[in-house]
């Protein structure tokens, strides 16, 4: 089975631009979640959703937002990026939104502003 | 709020020696405890997690971790080290404030397994 798939792999934006991150769960898992790390640190939790519903939102400006579709695949948004939004974001995907799902991550989208 | 604590930035153990890398934690109510594992250029690998029951809990690759409510730690251990090993380890803590299950994690541990 496929794991979890992020696209893309690597992008570089210019400050002030918009991003769109995009990320398929391993199948039959209905549950994903952001998360943020920047080089040298432990990734820092954005978003959360599960059955299309945000569940849990981390301390991160109104720029960011996130969707999940149908197919509970999602979408994170960036707008007005500025040069600290330059990190690896990871996607993670679980059966369950409840706390004994371990998170299932994906490879990660390495985006760099400039 | 949740934290959590890695208080080595890198661990040195020689192949075949047995390794720890700790991790303490602080936590409002009962602590969902996890470790993941992430090679270069890689997402996070789960390895193991505490929910409830016995105190040393087994995961993934022969690695285990040792739950200690009073001093408030989760530190993962190997009985014997591999030189494929070598990677950065997270400790995390379950955000008790909401049903879901985001995580709050350390700052990291690299561990250097040498030949």
């Known amino acids: 089975d496929a794991g979890v798939t992020q696209s893309p792999t690597h992008l570089i934006k210019t400050r002030g631009q918009h991003v769109t991150l995009r990320c398929s769960p391993i199948s039959g898992h209905k549950s994903v979640s952001w998360y943020q790390q920047v080089l040298g640190q432990g990734p820092q939790f954005i978003f959360q959703?599960?059955?299309?519903?945000?569940?849990g939102r981390g301390n991160f400006p109104d720029r960011f937002s996130a969707r999940q579709f149908p197919n509970y695949s999602s979408e994170l948004n960036v707008n007005a990026l500025l040069l600290g939004d330059s990190a690896l974001y990871l996607c993670?995907?679980?059966?369950?939104?409840?706390?004994?799902?371990?998170?299932?991550f994906g490879n990660g989208t390495r985006l760099t502003v400039t | 709020a949740q934290s959590v604590a890695q208080p080595e930035d890198q661990v040195n153990v020689a192949e075949g020696n047995p390794l720890t890398v700790k991790c303490t934690y602080s936590?409002?109510?009962?602590?969902?405890l996890f470790w993941y594992v992430q090679y270069p250029n890689r997402g996070l690998q789960f390895l193991l997690k505490?929910?409830?029951?016995?105190?040393l809990v087994k995961g993934s690759y022969g690695f285990e971790a040792e739950f200690n409510k009073s001093q408030t730690s989760f530190h993962l251990k190997k009985p014997s080290a591999l030189v494929s090993d070598s990677a950065l380890y997270f400790c995390a803590v379950r955000d008790n404030r909401g049903a879901g299950n985001m995580l709050t994690f350390g700052g990291g541990t690299r561990l250097m397994v040498k030949p």
């Open positions: 993670a995907s679980s059966p369950a939104g409840g706390p004994n799902s371990p998170l299932h």
């Open positions: 505490y929910i409830t029951g016995d105190n």
């Open positions: 959703y599960y059955e299309k519903e945000e569940r």
């Open positions: 936590v409002s109510g009962n602590p969902y």
